[in-house]
C-alpha cells in the first residue's frame, strides 16, 4: 500500500500558516509591512482581547482594484517582486507573497480597499481560506484588513495563545519595533476604547526613542555615525551605566527592516565593550543602510533573520562606530556625568535660584566680597577647557579660570576603599580598586603588545599542584604564559615549578592568581583570541591592584587619580564595574533644599 500522499491544499495551507502566523502580533507585523509597503503615513489599529478575537488595520496607502484584491489572497502572488533577480536587492518590507492567504486560512478576513481613482472600493470576505464573497462598498483611499476569531479552526494552535494582557503587550512592542524608522508616520492602536499606542509624525527622533526607552533614557543617548564603503551606521546609545539583564532594548534595522541577529547583537555589545559587566546588556538603536544586494532577507518566512554576504564589514563597522562615539563623548574624568548647561536656570543679579544668599554657604574666605572662587586642586594644573554651567559666568570674574575643568581634588577615604574628591561643578566617589584595576589593566596591555612585560623571578622557584584538567591547559600554552610573564617548568605528573612572575603581581598571592588564569586559557575554543587575552589580562590587573579595605595616603590618592586621567577608558574597569560616580553641586543643593 502506498504510503506517501500528497496534503490537501486546506492542510497545507494550514501548515504554511504557522510559519508565518504565530500569534495575534504576528498578524499585525505583516499587515503593517504591507501598509507601509504601500506608502501609507496614516494607519489605525484596533483590537480586541488581545487580538485574538478581533484585529483592524486601516491606512491611507495606495489600495487595491478587485483584481489585484483577488489576487492578494492566492499563495506567493505578491507586487514587491517580478523576477529571480529581484530576490537578491528586496527593497520592501514584504516580499514573499504568504502574509495574506496565511492569515486567511485561519481566520474569519474582511479586506476592503480603493484606489485613489476609482470611484468605489471593493470588499472581498474569506473564511478559513474559502473565499465568500466579493462586492463592492464605500471606502476611503486605502486598504481596511479585519481578521476575526483568529485560529478558530485550529484549535490545538489557539490553546497556546497566552493572556489577553501578554499578546497585547506583544502586540504593542512589534508595533514600537516597526515604526521606529519611520517618524513620518502617524500611528495609533486602540484596544477596547483604549488608546494605547499614539505616535504622531514627527522629525525629532527622541519623540519615537522616548515611546520605547522612556523620555529620561532617551535623552541621555548619545549619537554615533560611521559610514564606510557599502554601509552606513547611525545609532543611538545609552550610556552604559543604563543597562539590563537582557537584551531585549537591543533594537536594530536594515535597510528599515526590523531584524534580530546575533552577529551585530555581539558587535553593539563589543562596541561598548569593557564600559558593560558581564552579562548585562545595553539598551540602544541602530539603523544600517546597505546596499540591498549585499544582504540577504531570504531567510525565514517571518522576514526578520538577515545573512550578510559581507558578515566581516558589518561587524567591524558596528564596533567602531559604537566605540568610537564613547571615546569622543568622554573626554576627561571631569565630563562624565557633567551638568547640562540647559539643565540650570539663568542666574542673574536679582534672581537667585536658591533659598538663601548664596555667600552664606560659599567658601567663607570670599564672604565679604560676594564672589565664590573656584577651588584648584592642590598640585594639579587645569587640563582641560568646558563650559561653565552658570551662564552669566565670565572671564572678568574669574581671570583666567572662567572655563576650566581641573583635576579632581582628593578630600579623603570613605572606609579606606572610595575616594572623596571635588572639582569646582561637582562631588565624586571614586572605587579605589575599580580605578587601579583598569589603570594596571592598561600597563599590562601595553606592555604585551610591546612584548616588554617587566618579570621577577623567585630566588628559589615556587611548587604549585595542579589538577590534570588544569596541568593539559597550561602544557598547552606554555608559550603564552611566558609571553604574560610567567615562566614554568613541568616537574612531572600535575607538579609545576614557577621560576618568575610578572613584577606587577609580585606583592599578592600569586598561586591564586595563576589558578583563575588558567580557566580563561581554557575557554579559547570558545572565544576569540584578541577576547582570551582581555580575559587573561583583566585576571591579572583584578589581582595586582589595590584592594577594597587598604588605607591610601592623600598623595597614592592624587597619583591614582592623575594616572585615571591618562586612560582613554577610564569609566569602568576592565569588568565593566564603574570606576566613579558624581554628583553636581545643583543636585547637593537640591538634596537640602537650598534651590527652590
Not at 109 to 128: E, Q
Not at 165 to 185: M, Q, W
Not at 405 to 430: M, N
Not at 509 to 520: T, V
Request: proline residues 5%; aromatic residues 8%.
Amino acid at each position: 500500500m502506498d504510503r506517501i500522499r500528497v496534503l490537501s491544499e486546506d492542510v497545507a495551507n494550514k501548515i504554511a500558516a504557522g510559519e508565518v502566523v504565530e500569534r495575534p502580533a504576528s498578524v499585525i507585523r505583516e499587515l503593517l509591512d504591507n501598509s507601509l509597503d504601500a506608502g501609507a503615513d496614516r494607519i489605525n489599529i484596533k483590537i480586541d482581547e488581545g487580538g485574538k478575537k478581533y484585529i483592524r488595520i486601516n491606512d491611507n496607502g495606495l489600495g487595491m482594484n478587485r483584481d489585484d484584491l483577488l489576487l492578494s489572497i492566492e499563495r506567493h502572488a505578491t507586487s514587491k517582486i517580478l523576477s529571480e533577480e529581484d530576490l537578491f536587492s528586496i527593497k520592501t518590507l514584504g516580499f514573499r507573497g504568504e502574509a495574506l492567504p496565511s492569515i486567511a486560512s485561519v481566520s474569519r478576513m474582511t479586506i476592503t480597499s480603493r484606489l485613489k481613482d476609482d470611484l468605489v472600493a471593493h470588499r472581498l470576505v474569506i473564511n478559513g481560506g474559502q473565499l465568500k464573497s466579493i462586492d463592492e462598498a464605500g471606502s476611503p483611499v486605502g486598504t481596511s484588513v479585519e481578521v476575526r476569531d483568529l485560529f478558530f479552526n485550529v484549535p490545538a494552535r489557539r490553546k497556546f495563545l497566552r493572556a489577553v494582557k501578554t499578546e497585547t503587550n506583544h502586540i504593542v512592542d512589534a508595533l514600537s519595533r516597526i515604526v521606529l524608522p519611520y517618524s513620518n508616520i502617524q500611528l495609533r492602536l486602540d484596544s477596547s476604547g483604549r488608546t494605547l499606542l499614539n505616535l504622531p509624525a514627527s522629525e525629532n527622533e527622541l519623540n519615537r526613542l522616548s515611546i520605547l526607552f522612556g523620555r529620561d533614557v532617551a535623552s541621555s543617548m548619545i549619537e554615533a555615525f560611521l559610514e564606510t564603503d557599502g554601509l552606513s551606521v547611525k545609532a543611538f546609545l545609552a550610556p552604559p551605566d543604563i543597562n539590563r539583564a537582557r537584551g531585549d532594548l537591543i533594537y536594530t534595522y536594515v535597510n528599515k527592516r526590523s531584524i534580530r541577529d546575533r552577529l551585530v547583537t555581539r558587535a553593539i555589545i563589543d562596541g561598548y565593550g569593557q564600559r558593560l559587566m558581564k552579562g548585562r546588556y545595553p539598551q540602544a538603536v541602530v539603523f544600517m543602510e546597505i546596499d540591498p544586494s549585499l544582504v540577504d532577507v531570504n531567510v525565514h518566512p517571518t522576514k526578520q533573520e538577515v545573512r550578510f554576504h559581507q558578515s566581516r564589514l558589518v561587524f567591524q563597522t558596528l564596533v567602531a562606530a559604537i566605540g568610537g562615539a564613547f571615546k569622543d563623548h568622554f573626554q576627561s574624568l571631569s565630563d562624565i556625568n557633567s551638568i547640562r548647561p540647559d539643565a540650570f536656570p539663568i542666574i542673574r543679579p536679582g534672581h537667585s535660584a536658591v533659598s538663601e544668599p548664596e555667600w552664606e554657604y560659599s567658601d567663607s574666605r570670599n564672604h565679604l566680597s560676594g564672589k565664590t572662587e573656584i577651588p584648584m586642586a592642590r598640585n594639579t594644573p587645569p587640563v582641560r577647557a568646558a563650559q561653565e554651567p552658570y551662564k552669566d559666568f565670565s572671564l572678568h570674574d574669574h581671570p583666567s579660570q572662567a572655563f576650566i575643568r581641573e583635576v579632581p581634588e582628593v578630600i579623603g577615604q570613605l572606609k579606606d576603599t572610595y575616594i572623596l574628591c571635588q572639582t569646582f561643578d561637582g562631588f565624586f566617589i571614586v572605587d579605589q580598586h575599580a580605578a587601579h584595576e583598569r589603570i594596571v589593566y592598561e600597563t599590562l596591555k601595553k606592555s604585551f603588545e610591546s612584548s616588554k612585560i617587566e618579570v621577577q623571578p623567585f630566588l628559589i622557584p615556587q611548587r604549585l599542584e595542579l589538577s590534570t584538567k588544569e596541568s593539559r591547559v597550561v602544557l598547552k600554552n606554555f608559550d603564552q604564559l611566558i609571553e604574560l610573564g610567567f615562566e614554568l617548568d613541568h616537574f612531572g605528573g600535575n607538579t609545576f615549578l614557577l621560576r618568575s612572575l610578572p613584577s606587577i603581581l609580585s606583592d599578592v598571592k600569586w598561586d591564586n592568581c595563576l589558578l583563575d588564569l588558567i580557566p580563561a586559557f581554557g575557554e579559547g575554543s570558545n572565544v576569540s583570541k584578541d577576547s582570551m587575552l582581555d580575559n587573561m589580562l583583566t585576571v591579572m590587573a583584578c589581582h595586582g591592584s589595590i584592594r577594597a579595605g587598604q588605607k591610601m595616603s592623600h598623595i597614592e590618592m592624587t597619583r591614582l587619580l592623575e594616572q585615571l586621567e591618562q586612560i582613554d577608558l577610564f569609566t569602568n574597569c576592565p569588568h565593566g564595574r564603574p570606576v566613579f560616580r558624581k554628583f553636581s553641586f545643583f543636585e547637593i543643593e537640591k538634596m537640602f533644599k537650598r534651590v527652590i
